[in-house]
C-alpha cells in the first residue's frame, strides 16, 4: 500500500509515520510538509534511509503539486497537515483558513480525481466546542468550534463530509483528545511546561489552571488511526480519546513532581480569549467497531515523555530559540 502522509514531519504525523513503517515495512510512504514553524525534518531521521519513505517539501494547498504527487500512485491519504495551535490562531487566524480548509478541499479534489481508495481526516475534539462538568462528546456531538483554530478544523471536516455525500469518497474523520509524546513542539501544553521546568524557569498557566482536558498518548492514536486506515466505515467519524481527564493545574503538578521541581515555579497568567473549559470524549465507538483500547495510562505515558525530553535535549533546545522565542514573549511576557 502507497500511503500519502500530510503533515509527516510535525508532531503527531511524524509519529504515525514510525509507527506504520516499523508495523508495515513494506508499505509505501510518502510525507508531504511545508516545514512551517512546527514541522521538523529531524522528526524523521530514523526512517530517511528507509526504502519505502519519500519526503516531499510542499503545501497542501499547492494544487499543482499535490495534483503531481497522486499521478504517482497514491492508494490512501492520511491528512495531518493543519495548522494546531490555538494561541496562533487567535493572532493570525488566516492562515488557519488557507490550510484547514482550502488545504484539505485542494487534498479531497486530488483524491477524488485519482480514485483514491481511501482518505482520512485527522480532526480534533476542539470542533465539538466545549462541555459543562459532566457528560462526554461523541460523533453526533453539534459542531460548535469557539477559536478560530477549532473552526477552521471543522470547515475541513464538513468539506471531508461533503465529498463522501456528494461524490462517493471513501472518507473518515478522526477526532481526538489531546496528544502528548515523542517530537511534541515545545510550544504546546506538556512539552513547554517540561521543558521549562528542566531550565528552572516559570510555567506560564492560563487563568486558574481549572480548565479539563482528556490526555491521549499519540502511540494509542497512532494505533487507532492505522484501525480506521484499513478497517473504517466508509463516511463514518470516530471519536478516540484517553480516558485521562486532568485539570491542567493537576497536570503540570504532576510534571513537577515527576522532575522532582517545586510548585513556586507555577505563574499564573491573563487567560486566553474563549478558553474551553473542558472536553472530553466518549471513544466507546471506535472500541464497539474496531476494537480499539488505548495502551497507556496518562501516569505511565507521562513518565515515558518526560524521560524522551531528558534523553532528547538536544532536539528540543534547538527550537527553543529564534522565531519560538520571540512568540513566546509576544504570548507570555519576557
Same mark, same amino acid.
Given at each position: ?7 509527516? *514531519? ?25 516545514? #512551517? ?14 526504502? /519505502?519513505?519519500?519526503?516531499?517539501? /510542499? ?31 487567535? =493572532? *493570525? ?24 481508495? $481511501? ?30 483554530? =477549532?473552526?477552521? $478544523?471543522?470547515?475541513? !471536516? ?7 455525500? #456528494?461524490? /462517493? ?18 510550544? $504546546? ?10 531550565? !528552572? ?13 482528556? @490526555? ?13 486506515? &484499513?478497517?473504517?466505515? *466508509? ?5 478516540? /480519546? ?18 522532582? $521541581? ?12 474563549? &478558553? ?15 476494537? %480499539? ?14 524521560? @524522551? ?5 538536544? %532536539? %528540543? ?18
Amino acid at each position: 500500500m502507497k500511503l500519502l502522509v500530510t503533515g509527516g *514531519a510535525g508532531f503527531i504525523g511524524s509519529n504515525f509515520v514510525h509507527y506504520m513503517l516499523k508495523k508495515y515495512p513494506d508499505y509505501e510512504i510518502v510525507v508531504l510538509d511545508a516545514l #512551517t514553524y512546527a514541522g521538523n525534518l529531524e522528526n524523521l531521521k530514523a526512517v530517511e534511509q528507509h526504502t /519505502g519513505f519519500r519526503f516531499i517539501k /510542499g503545501s497542501i494547498t499547492d494544487a499543482q503539486l499535490v495534483d503531481e504527487i497522486f499521478q504517482q500512485g497514491i492508494d490512501a491519504v492520511l491528512n495531518f497537515a493543519a495548522e494546531s495551535h490555538v494561541d496562533r490562531s487567535i =493572532s *493570525a487566524p488566516d492562515i488557519f483558513v488557507q490550510t484547514n480548509v482550502l488545504g484539505t478541499q485542494v487534498l479531497l479534489e486530488a483524491a477524488k480525481k485519482h480514485n483514491v481508495s $481511501k482518505y482520512v481526516q485527522i480532526s480534533t475534539d476542539e470542533v465539538y466546542g466545549t462541555l459543562g462538568p459532566t457528560g462526554l462528546f461523541t460523533e453526533t456531538t453539534p459542531l460548535t468550534p469557539n477559536s478560530p483554530y =477549532s473552526a477552521s $478544523k471543522a470547515g475541513g !471536516d464538513l468539506l471531508v463530509r461533503a465529498y463522501h455525500e #456528494t461524490y /462517493g469518497l471513501n472518507v473518515n474523520i478522526t477526532r481526538c483528545s489531546n496528544n502528548y509524546g515523542p517530537y511534541h513542539f515545545p510550544e $504546546k501544553l506538556i512539552p513547554l511546561m517540561i521543558t521549562r521546568a528542566l531550565n !528552572d524557569q516559570s510555567l506560564p498557566v492560563y487563568g486558574d489552571g481549572l480548565q479539563i482536558r482528556d @490526555w491521549l498518548h499519540v502511540e494509542d492514536h497512532c494505533s487507532a488511526i492505522d484501525l480506521v486506515l &484499513h478497517n473504517g466505515k *466508509a463516511g463514518e467519524v470516530y471519536n478516540i /480519546g484517553g480516558n485521562n481527564e486532568r485539570t491542567n493545574l493537576e497536570l503540570v503538578r504532576m510534571i513537577l513532581k515527576e522532575l522532582h $521541581k517545586p510548585e513556586s515555579l507555577i505563574e499564573h497568567v491573563k487567560d486566553r480569549p474563549g &478558553h474551553d473549559r473542558r472536553y472530553g470524549i466518549d471513544a466507546s465507538k471506535i472500541t464497539r467497531e474496531l476494537s %480499539w483500547q488505548p495502551r497507556y495510562t496518562l501516569e505511565t505515558g507521562l513518565k515515558k515523555t518526560i524521560q @524522551w525530553y531528558l534523553d532528547n535535549e538536544a %532536539w %528540543w533546545q534547538r527550537i527553543i530559540s529564534g522565531e519560538y522565542r520571540d512568540y513566546y514573549r509576544q504570548q507570555y511576557g519576557s
